[in-house]
């Protein structure tokens, strides 16, 4: 256990090397980085100001329209004066020490800027990912028991309109119907709390989370739910299906020991292949959620650090959830072994 663990530890780092080198190639030959955007905005800024004056004084002026002494200023200012191989090997040689240097956009270290969005996601990611499984592990069991039932077609019903609602659709109808959008203001849009909360007593604060949390929530669940429970429905009664489990029933064992004491351990196994994906969406946060609701998480900095060419934070962000999703996996493999002691990946 202790040798597969350290392979796969080890594993990790030529993984990493190779999605940070892969991504820092694109990111870097994608027209439109963070010089260009620094002219064209020192070129509006200057469009009103001295117009006549600006031709005389570019007469060495490149294909940007600008001295070359501001452009090599420029490119110094942000790292580009060296060519692309040297510009990663300093990179790599920064990350060691976990500093992916200062964001374009925001001119403060990445980790700042990223520890200051993290809370958001993570908020939603860690209560999301224990409701879901709450609720669909037992819901897939009692489907599987009551296979063909009343309560399983219904029920499945529910789940298949449920999956087939776009979490961007279902946002918009939930804030016109419940948060003031045309008809009730049951809910409110933007922020994790009311502006009194610090003046709310402990159980207030409590449920004026909830109050905030519930239409964000039900957009980030409603994909992995049905999902979730079906799967956990079908390993079940395929597990139920199996010699071993009818020999625990001719031995005279009551049905609910056979299904909860034999068959739903085996049948927890394709579920923990989960848990460790789970890890990323705590990093990743949700760019359409987060920009309907108004929420300052990881998903909007995102893709706010893709418009804006910010290569530093764009690195960090890959870099970071890269990590978590290597290390998910390797929690799911050692969920594996404890769930079924007969896994041994040694």
């Given at each position: ?222 994909g992995s739910f049905t999902v979730l429970t079906f799967l956990m429905k079908n390993s079940l009664l395929d597990v139920i299906r199996m010699d071993y489990i009818r020999t625990a029933r001719s031995k005279g064992l009551e049905e609910r020991e056979v ?88």
């Amino acid at each position: 256990m202790i040798k597969y663990l350290l392979k796969r530890l080890l594993m990790l780092i030529p993984t990493l090397f190779g999605i940070t080198l892969l991504s820092f190639v694109i990111i870097n030959l994608a027209p439109g980085g963070p010089i260009e955007q620094k002219i064209r905005q020192l070129q509006f800024g200057s469009d009103g100001a001295d117009s006549g004056g600006a031709g005389s004084a570019n007469s060495n002026s490149n294909e940007y329209g600008i001295s070359d002494e501001v452009l090599e200023a420029l490119k110094k200012q942000y790292g580009f004066d060296k060519p692309m191989h040297i510009r990663y090997v300093k990179w790599l040689k920064s990350v060691v020490t976990l500093d992916f240097g200062n964001s374009f956009s925001y001119e403060e270290p990445v980790l700042k800027v990223i520890a200051s969005k993290f809370p958001v996601s993570l908020q939603f990611g860690i209560i999301s990912l224990l409701l879901t499984y709450l609720i669909c592990i037992p819901l897939g069991v009692l489907k599987a028991v009551r296979d063909g039932s009343r309560f399983d077609v219904i029920s499945s019903g529910i789940l298949f309109v449920m999956y087939s609602i776009l979490p961007l659709m279902l946002a918009i109808l939930l804030i016109v119907f419940f948060a003031g959008g045309s008809y009730f203001q049951w809910f409110p849009v933007g922020e994790l709390y009311s502006d009194n909360y610090q003046n709310l007593s402990s159980i207030g604060k409590i449920f004026d989370r909830i109050h905030h949390f519930v239409l964000p929530l039900a957009c980030y669940m409603i994909g992995s739910f049905t999902v979730l429970t079906f799967l956990m429905k079908n390993s079940l009664l395929d597990v139920i299906r199996m010699d071993y489990i009818r020999t625990a029933r001719s031995k005279g064992l009551e049905e609910r020991e056979v299904t909860f004491k034999h068959a739903l351990r085996n049948a927890l196994i394709p579920i923990v292949t989960g848990i460790g994906g789970f890890i990323s969406v705590f990093f990743a946060g949700s760019v359409i959620i987060e920009q309907i609701f108004s929420l300052d998480g990881m998903g909007k900095l995102g893709f706010k650090a893709a418009i804006d060419r910010d290569y530093n934070l764009l690195m960090g962000l890959i870099f970071l959830q890269s990590l978590l999703m290597l290390m998910g996996r390797l929690i799911s493999d050692v969920l594996y072994m404890v769930v079924d002691p007969r896994i041994d990946f040694t």
